[in-house]
């Protein structure tokens, strides 16, 4: 027998597919001119347009104001880490990144081009990647497996001089940081709690760093060998192994449940099921547990509300304080293309999620509101300005 949950999904797999078939793709090239005259022609092509392509080629900064190239944003995969599916292939990531691309129009009105590549050698990509950079205004990575992920975004900051963001570390990152702001809030307690973040990958990893930068010092890594500290723990990456020893510099060990023990605040990017309500009620009081795993959380809200939690946060849309990355994203290039900047820094990812925290009033926060609904039509234009602000104070702006 299917639970609730399971046939809801079903549905959803079933007439998704129907959809996809009559869709056929869910975008288009559509022109922006007029081609409906001779007049016409020669102006949006030849001969007329020789004369933006040779003022193009004495200065490259002119095409940001001569072609669509300050709206446009590449979505690149491998599709070796495609939402729950895992490595798919690129051919079978292209759905994933033309809904990514869908909602960077729709809550940010960037235009954004799905690029799926068919390689998994680090450098390779990063070269073809880099290759096709000038003809976009940033690069948003998309499920990309880590480590290589982490060495991917360097090696293409390094090389290339628009944006670079990888939307599954960061934007999961940022919208954490917003959700827990603000349910720190509702329980009156500081960035002196004792948080516990089980699955290090990507996502994982960009919390921990961004929350480290936010200025919560007592942070306990999770894996699945239990707790990760500086030292021989099985199984680490190098990315894991440097942030193990920035948390926990003192060699421990334990597993999950003893690390939740007293803390006060729970985060999961990991898998389904792996905290239990009796875990949840070894926590401190007025616990806070953000359990991301999609579909299917590390405990479901119910349990976690039985085990003594007293705000909680999952990735699906049918509970509250839903962790959604539509939140970040599309106004974060939204600014970035608006001012043009050259990078995404901490410090617009601080202020990304401090504008989507600052959206919630006191009088509204609450143990079921801490963060805005994917539909707020606030929160596109808040990220958009609050980053667009800090690239200027930190001087990668270029307008």
């Given at each position: 027998m299917y639970s609730i949950t399971e046939v809801i999904l079903l549905d959803y797999a079933?007439?998704?597919l129907k959809r996809h078939g009559e869709w056929k793709g869910k975008i288009e090239v559509v022109s922006t001119v007029p081609v409906r005259t001779m007049e016409d022609l020669s102006l949006a092509y030849t001969p007329g347009v020789a004369q933006p392509c040779l003022e193009i080629q004495?200065?490259?900064?002119?095409?940001y104001s001569l072609t669509r190239r300050h709206n446009l944003c590449a979505v690149i995969t491998d599709g070796s880490a495609?939402?729950?599916?895992?490595?798919i292939g690129p051919e079978a990531g292209m759905p994933v990144m033309e809904g990514k691309c869908v909602l960077f129009k729709a809550f940010g009105g960037v235009d954004a081009f799905p690029i799926c590549v068919k390689t998994k050698d680090v450098d390779e990509f990063v070269n073809t990647v880099y290759n096709i950079s000038g003809s976009f205004g940033g690069i948003n990575l998309e499920d990309i497996?880590?480590?290589?992920?982490?060495?991917?975004?360097?090696?293409?900051?390094?090389?290339?001089?628009?944006?670079?963001?990888?939307?599954?570390?960061?934007?999961?990152?940022?919208?954490?940081?917003?959700?827990?702001?603000?349910?720190?809030?509702?329980?009156?307690?500081?960035?002196?709690?004792?948080i516990v973040i089980n699955g290090v990958g990507a996502a994982g990893s960009s919390v921990a760093r961004l929350l480290l930068l936010a200025g919560f010092k007592n942070i306990t890594l999770?894996?699945?060998?239990?707790?990760?500290?500086?030292?021989?723990?099985?199984?680490?990456?190098p990315a894991q192994e440097e942030l193990a020893a920035l948390t926990r510099p003192v060699p421990e060990s334990g597993t999950l449940a003893d690390a939740v023990r007293g803390a006060?605040?729970?985060?999961?990017?990991?898998?389904?099921?792996?905290?239990t309500r009796e875990m949840v009620t070894t926590m401190a009081k007025d616990a806070i547990v953000f359990a991301c795993a999609n579909p299917t959380p590390e405990i479901f809200p119910e349990e976690a509300r039985a085990g003594g939690?007293?705000?909680?946060?999952?990735?699906?849309?049918?509970?509250?304080?839903?962790?959604?990355?539509?939140?970040?994203?599309?106004?974060?290039?939204?600014g970035v293309f608006d001012v043009r900047a050259r990078d995404i820094n901490e410090q617009m990812k601080l202020a990304a999620a401090e504008a989507i925290a600052s959206l919630i009033s006191g009088g509204e926060l609450g143990p079921d509101y801490i963060i805005p609904r994917a539909f707020d039509l606030r929160v596109g234009p808040a990220v958009a300005a609050a980053v667009a602000d800090a690239a200027r104070a930190t001087g990668t702006a270029r307008l």
């Open positions: 079933k007439e998704s004495k200065n490259i900064d002119l095409s495609v939402l729950g599916l895992g490595d497996s880590a480590p290589r992920c982490f060495e991917i975004e360097r090696k293409l900051k390094e090389k290339c001089d628009i944006p670079i963001f990888h939307d599954d570390q960061h934007g999961t990152a940022i919208v954490v940081l917003a959700g827990l702001t603000n349910a720190l809030k509702v329980v009156s307690k500081d960035k002196d709690v004792r999770c894996g699945r060998h239990g707790i990760m500290c500086a030292g021989k723990t099985p199984g680490m990456n006060d605040v729970f985060i999961g990017v990991s898998v389904p099921g792996v905290l939690a007293a705000v909680i946060s999952t990735g699906r849309s049918d509970y509250p304080n839903q962790i959604n990355n539509v939140l970040v994203f599309p106004g974060v290039f939204r």
